[in-house]
């Protein structure tokens, strides 16, 4: 199953970091690893922002599974969206909430294209917690044929450098400056956070992504880094290293995409570059965004959200919404809080339910509605 390694291998990518990390480092958050949340009355208290565009009927889909299988969770919900302005105090509400409660669930918060608007909170909360690594598996599913099959690959990206610093000006009128902030010691958190997920999925081969010919600096830095985390501290493992340009990833992700094991990269959003781009690609390879969850790690933190950045504005409101990302997204945030059984009964249903092919949503050559899917996965679990 997708979500079964993803916690084992983050928790120990976080241990092992801590592990090489030391005291005092330039320009990286460093605190000490904390154990997981404490339960109150039994149940884990989760923080949910359902997200723009069709989040609620999706995050709906979750808390009506959670409720009928009374999994031990209990929801600090904050309607936070991006479309509206004046949204800043509810913001800094569900961002307190994630501090407290230090586990989220979160769909995708539209972030306005005019210079008006504010900056992306899908960023500012990576930032603010330092959730840095972000990860998304894309896996071929079985009983949903698609144009590639046996595809099976992860991407790790750095969340909190690149283009995510936000700090551009303009500095003659009709002159915009953007800077792209790189530093060592968050190229090396990365790089070992990537090298210990595949030692323990047992991958074979981790690739960095790459645009170091033009970007001699900046990209230079962080292969170069990654080279050495490599053959310095992960040579004896056997896993193969490898380095490939970002326009020749998004040829071969799309031609051979079996080749690829374990992609690490930063993540320009702002521009849709390296992981972005990957991520979208990789998705649609194994059949859209409906159905590709994500996480997002730190030392204290943790954020679980759809892996692809889409709001699905476009059907917000029909009941169309295929909620199998979410909810597999949700199974990865049980596995991290220890309820084992939850998870594996969950994602079970909704694989089993995606390869028997009777109840499919429109995303995936279906006519099931939101609703429908849901039911279908209840009647599995009950």
Known sequence: ?????????????????????????????????????????????????????????????????????????QWEQYDVSGETTGGDELFQQAMESLKRNKVGLKGILYTPIDQTGHNSWNVAMRQQLDIYASVVVCKSLPGFPTRHADVDFAIIRENTEGEYSGLEHQSYPGVVES????????????????????????????????????????????LNTCKRVAEQEYGHTGIKFEAMIVDNTAMQLVSRPQQFDVMVMTDLIASQLYGTICANIGSALVGGPGITPGCNFGREYALFEPGCRHIGKDIMGTNKANPTALILSS??????????????????????????????????????????????????LV
């Open 331 to 380: 199974t990865m945030m049980l596995r991290h809080l220890g309820l084992e059984s939850q998870a594996n009964l969950i994602a079970g249903a909704t694989y089993d339910l995606v390869k028997e092919g009777k109840v499919r949503t429109a995303d995936l050559g279906g006519n099931a509605t939101t609703t429908e899917f849901t039911k279908a996965v209840l009647q599995r």
């Open 179 to 222: 800077l792209k902030v790189m530093t060592r010691a968050k190229a090396e958190r990365i790089a070992r956070f990537a090298f210990d997920f595949a030692v323990k999925n047992n991958r074979k081969k981790v690739t960095c992504v790459h645009k170091a010919n033009i970007m001699k600096l900046g990209d230079g830095l962080f």
């Open 1 to 73: 199953m997708l979500a079964a390694p993803v916690r084992s291998s983050v928790a120990s990518a976080l241990r092992s970091t801590a592990r090489r990390t030391p005291v005092a480092r330039s320009m990286a958050t460093l605190v000490e690893e904390q154990r997981l949340p404490s339960k109150i009355g039994g149940k884990y208290t989760v923080t949910l922002v359902p997200g723009d565009g069709i989040g609620k009927e999706v995050a709906d889909s979750v808390k009506e599974i959670f409720d009928t299988l009374k999994v031990p969770v």
